[in-house]
């Protein structure tokens, strides 16, 4: 897919992975929309950086828990745009706690912001890409959806069950020429880590990460952008993760 004239919208994306990705697709061609609960300092920084490229960025503001909201910043976008040619769901966080220890309405939540949400945006992105008789959706797991980690029982959950939705919605919307894929990052440096302790660190860096570092948000944009332009290429969820999830000892 050529991104010149083409409409992305990214959720999460005035901040980590989702912001690093917009400024990446804008600087191969595309208009962007970023959604994030609210338009701030961030934001606006965002999308100046995205205007200062010559391309066009609107920020949608809302809660991708909310159907309502979700299926608002696809129509924002689209209004604004001209369409929805790309999606990805960059949007959630860490949801802490073991079975005895999650608290019910944090399971329920989880499952809002990381999965029922893509059911919202794909029922009010898609059309737009029909129309067009292309598009592409990225979806961002983890590699604790691959593999068992104790304290993370719904966010494990939740990030297992996207590539599926992926695999699935991707045989479901290929007549369309519409391509579904899925990224599974390891330890990216971003807010989401920013408690982890300085022991934690050296073990991962020492003991867990083959490749001896973190990655960067910027690592797994450029992933993402590559299931974005590459039109032979769906239904496929690619950790990036320096090796973490495939070795064995």
Known sequence: M????KAALITGGTKGIGAATALDLARRGADVAVSGREND????????????????????VGDMGKPEDAARAVHEAAAALGSVDILVHSAGGAVR???FQ??????YQAFD????AVFH???AAVPYMQKRKEGAIVLISSVVGHRGFPGTLAYSVVKGTLPNFARTLARELADDNIRVNCVAPGVIRT???EKMTPEQYKNNIDNRIPLHREGTPEDVAELIAALVTNEF????????DGGMTMRLV
């Open 2 to 5: 050529r991104l010149e004239g």
């Open 41 to 60: 300092e961030a934001a606006t920084a965002l999308k100046q950086r995205i205007e200062s490229l010559g391309r066009r960025c609107i920020v949608a």
């Open 97 to 99: 706690g073991s079975l």
């Open 102 to 107: 999650l608290a019910p309405d944090a399971w």
């Open 113 to 116: 912001v990381h999965v029922h």
């Open 121 to 123: 945006l794909c029922r």
């Open 191 to 193: 807010r989401f880590h």
């Open 233 to 240: 290429i769906t239904g496929e969820t690619v950790s990036i």
